[in-house]
């Protein structure tokens, strides 16, 4: 069975400062992971993800992440936070490949002070 | 291109009343999901429709919760009767699957179900 473990439901970081949001996933099969952002009373939104081929996977708005299979880990960072990045973030193993079903972490809630 | 659409958006019902919600997904979509979002938790699959078929229902609580998608496009989730544990932001998503792999999943707003 797959499953996801974030680790810090909440993440404070000063503008401009390093965004790192942390995820490790249990997988009996090779995953696809995904890291999805949700603004307020929005739904999710994907920002990056990996399925096969290079493990430093980039996504949108300055986003990107690193596969490491030894670590299980899928960590999300940014080298600098823009005010506009706080929201909810939630990483995500796909099922199984004949499934499509993603199993999310529990969010890590990204604030961004001035 | 127009995203998922979900309505209403939000719903304040009392306990034992029943509730439904719709989903129209993007055009051409052949995959629709219903997720289940309690309060600082992150989405849960109730259900997943291939087409008009429901090809994973088996976290959907089936004494209360029905789901429908006649026609293989929108789809309707219905409580009934709801309870004050159903309290939580229903998630419609849909995406294009050809064949087994990861594909993107397109998630709608929410409708966020208060039951007082």
């Known amino acids: 069975a797959q499953s996801v473990t974030q680790l810090g439901s909440h993440v404070s970081v000063s503008e401009g400062a390093l965004v790192l949001l942390r995820c490790n996933y249990s997988?009996?099969?090779?995953?696809?992971l995904f890291w999805y952002v949700q603004y307020p009373n929005q739904g999710l939104q994907l920002l990056l993800k990996?399925?096969?081929?290079?493990?430093l996977v980039k996504g949108i708005n300055g986003f990107e992440a690193e596969f490491k299979k030894s670590e299980t880990s899928f960590h999300l960072t940014k080298p600098s936070a823009h005010m506009s990045d706080a929201a909810e973030y939630f990483c995500?193993?796909?099922?199984?490949?004949?499934?499509?079903?993603?199993?999310f972490g529990q969010g890590t809630t990204l604030q961004v002070k001035p | 291109e127009a995203g998922v659409v979900q309505s209403p958006r939000y719903k304040i019902i009392e306990k034992k009343q029943p509730v439904a919600f719709w989903c129209n997904p993007i055009?051409?979509?052949?995959?629709l999901y219903w997720y289940l979002q309690n309060l600082g938790q992150g989405p849960e699959l109730l259900i997943r429709?291939?087409?008009?078929?429901?090809?994973?229902d088996s976290q959907l609580p089936k004494d209360r919760f029905s789901a429908e998608r006649l026609k293989g496009v929108d789809s309707t989730l219905k409580i009934q009767p709801a309870e004050l544990g159903d309290s939580a932001v229903y998630l419609c998503?849909?995406?294009?699957?050809?064949?087994?792999?990861?594909?993107?999943?397109?998630f709608g707003p929410g409708t966020r179900l208060t039951v007082t």
């Open positions: 998503a849909s995406s294009l699957r050809v064949g087994q792999g990861a594909y993107e999943q397109y």
């Open positions: 997988s009996s099969v090779p995953p696809y």
């Open positions: 990996y399925t096969t081929g290079a493990t």
């Open positions: 995500a193993v796909h099922g199984s490949s004949n499934t499509g079903k993603l199993i």
């Open positions: 055009s051409g979509h052949n995959t």
């Open positions: 429709y291939e087409n008009e078929e429901a090809v994973d």
